[in-house]
């Protein structure tokens, strides 16, 4: 109860994160707006002045209005635009949303055409008289205001980019996941499998053995099971398991096996994909002679951030392998580190080197 308690309030926690960034993000989209807005009314300002009304003196009362006037104008205009992407989303009506924009746009400025002189008259002090100059300054007021819409457009069109990037790269991720999974899942029944004939074998010669080999196969099974759902375990996870395994096999084979592991405690915190190490004990058991005159012995450990299996060759006459272990681990390791073991073999040893996950 209390552990599920603790789960809900984690969950709530990052939930509030969550929300708290988005928050923070989209007050920060708004500011840099306003900002981009109010330079774009000075910049129109500025122009006219500069251009059309040369010799004209400054207004403040001129800059704030045309300032105010361009953040009426691109506020409407982004509204409307997120009042419609509800319609008309963008990666499926670009058309119509680009149409929508550009009709809303040139309506309100015509509409906005009848106010915007009476404002002009009672808050700005130099009223402009000239018909023509006054029809251009409208022209170019019209063309900023077509400007704004081609930005919003070309932000539309960068977001549905972004959108479809994510959502490519998301499916390429649940795919490895999905891939993965089923990877993980082949290697329950063969554990199960290779561990249940080994007991059958012992049952035939000794069944107080396969009794003591029955108890420590559970608690083995059991580390399975546990750890079936991580994507990699560390490497002292799997080293405290492997000491659990080796037991299993030395109730059969006594002093015709040796498991020697040298692996530094600076490495142990490392990982790799889980039951890397039992699969490649395992391999070089079933394929190797173990008896007490000719042991086969097993080391264990680290070079050049590499993990290595080797052990000493003297192949059986015949072995029977689907090769289920080394191809499944193999492929777990592509995905997750975009390497493959390394197999490196001469005449007297066989070692095998998977690359360490930080």
Not at 263 to 287: F, T
Not at 312 to 331: V, W
Request: charged share 25%; with cysteine; aromatic share 12%.
């Amino acid at each position: 109860m209390r552990d599920s308690m603790v789960k809900r309030l984690n969950k709530f926690d990052e939930k509030c994160k969550h929300w708290r960034k988005l928050h923070k993000e989209d007050s920060l989209k708004f500011k840099k707006r306003i900002l981009f807005t109010l330079l774009l009314g000075f910049t129109f300002h500025y122009t006219i002045y500069k251009i059309i009304l040369s010799g004209a003196e400054y207004s403040i009362d001129g800059i704030l209005f045309s300032m105010a006037v361009f953040f009426i104008f691109s506020e409407s205009i982004f509204l409307f635009d997120k009042i419609i992407a509800i319609k008309f989303p963008w990666h499926t009506s670009v058309k119509k949303r680009i149409i929508s924009l550009f009709l809303f746009a040139v309506a309100f400025f015509f509409i906005a055409q009848i106010y915007i002189p009476q404002i002009e008259k009672s808050v700005v002090k130099n009223i402009i008289d000239d018909p023509e100059k006054y029809r251009l300054i409208l022209l170019v007021g019209f063309l900023y205001l077509i400007i704004y819409v081609i930005l919003i457009i070309a932000r539309n069109f960068h977001e549905s980019l972004n959108f479809f990037v994510y959502e490519n790269e998301k499916l390429k991720q649940d795919k490895i996941l999905s891939d993965y999974k089923a990877l993980q899942d082949q290697l329950n029944p063969h554990f199960l499998f290779n561990n249940l004939s080994t007991l059958i074998a012992i049952i035939h010669n000794d069944k107080n053995k396969a009794i003591d080999f029955a108890e420590n196969f559970t608690d083995v099974y059991r580390y399975v099971l546990t750890k079936e759902g991580q994507v990699a375990v560390t490497v002292n996870d799997e080293l405290d398991f492997l000491k659990s395994y080796t037991t299993l096999h030395l109730a059969r084979i006594g002093s015709g096996l040796k498991v020697d592991i040298d692996v530094d405690s600076d490495y142990r915190n490392k990982k790799v994909p889980h039951l890397s190490l039992q699969i490649l004990v395992e391999n070089a058991i079933k394929h190797n002679i173990t008896s007490k005159t000719k042991p086969l012995i097993i080391r264990i450990g680290i070079i050049e951030d590499r993990l290595y299996v080797v052990n000493n060759k003297q192949l059986k006459e015949s072995t029977y392998s689907t090769k289920t272990g080394l191809s499944n681990l193999s492929k777990r390791l592509k995905i997750l580190t975009d390497e493959e073991l390394k197999i490196i073999e001469d005449d007297d040893i066989y070692r095998v080197e998977i690359p360490l996950i930080n």
